[in-house]
């Protein structure tokens, strides 16, 4: 596994995923930053007590059940998602399945819980519609490999530093001309749905406007401004 942002090479004996600065590619990070466990993943035990010490499952902030082509991997991965909304409050769960009405029952069910906590796709729509876009879109693979493979660009969140609190207002515009100086496409921007001022921390609700940010009548109030997400290929 190889790129510009840095490498990741094998450590049998830890089974894990070292990663390697591009800096310098021949000295390993201190620890490692992918590590590799084989477990049975719908059991209760196994989910709460993780093993290397991660404890809970409610302790994370997000999990993924990735789909496979073996059969009795949408049971295994429904069975799981429900253990995983009876065993914790908190955590995102984003899941794949193979059958397409399958993934929209699933996620149907989970949006009469909490729409905001699961996501359920299924990896067959989700091919079609790849191959959708590569046949209506000029040049889509030239476009996927730039954002998506590791010699291409970024998707990076940016947020303020701590030189002092933002005040005033600005136009999308100002900031998308003020990102590109620096080689950065602005794709997306978030802002703190609480009333300002105020110390912004993690607990704070946000709202992502994506595009052109119409919803925000083309303005921006940096004192809610919490990040930005830019397309670069320096980050």
Not at 102 to 125: D, K, T
């Amino acid at each position: 596994m190889q790129g510009h942002h840095g490498q990741f090479r094998a450590d049998r004996e830890r089974w894990a995923l070292s990663w390697r600065s591009p800096e310098d590619p021949h000295t390993p990070a201190p620890h490692p930053h992918i590590h590799i466990v084989v477990g049975d993943w719908s059991s209760s035990r196994q989910l709460t007590a993780l093993p290397l010490g991660f404890g809970h499952v409610g302790k994370m902030d997000a999990v993924v059940l990735i789909s496979s082509e073996h059969e009795g991997s949408d049971a295994r991965i429904a069975k799981t998602l429900m253990k995983l909304e009876t065993l914790t409050q908190s955590p995102r769960i984003v899941a794949e399945v193979l059958d397409v009405e399958f993934a929209r029952r699933l996620q149907r069910r989970g949006a009469q819980h909490n729409p905001r906590r699961v996501s359920v796709y299924s990896i067959q729509e989700l091919r079609a519609l790849f191959m959708f876009q590569s046949v209506v879109v000029p040049s889509f693979d030239l476009v996927y490999a730039e954002l998506m493979g590791p010699w291409g660009e970024s998707f990076v969140r940016l947020q303020p530093g701590d030189h002092g609190e933002l005040a005033g207002i600005c136009s999308v515009e100002q900031l998308a001309d003020h990102l590109s100086l620096s080689g950065r496409v602005l794709v997306a921007i978030e802002v703190c749905q609480s009333s300002a001022p105020h110390v912004h921390a993690n607990t704070c609700r946000t709202a992502l406007h994506v595009g052109p940010a119409s919803d925000l009548d083309g303005t921006i109030e940096l004192e809610r401004l919490t990040s930005v997400w830019v397309a670069s290929r320096d980050c």
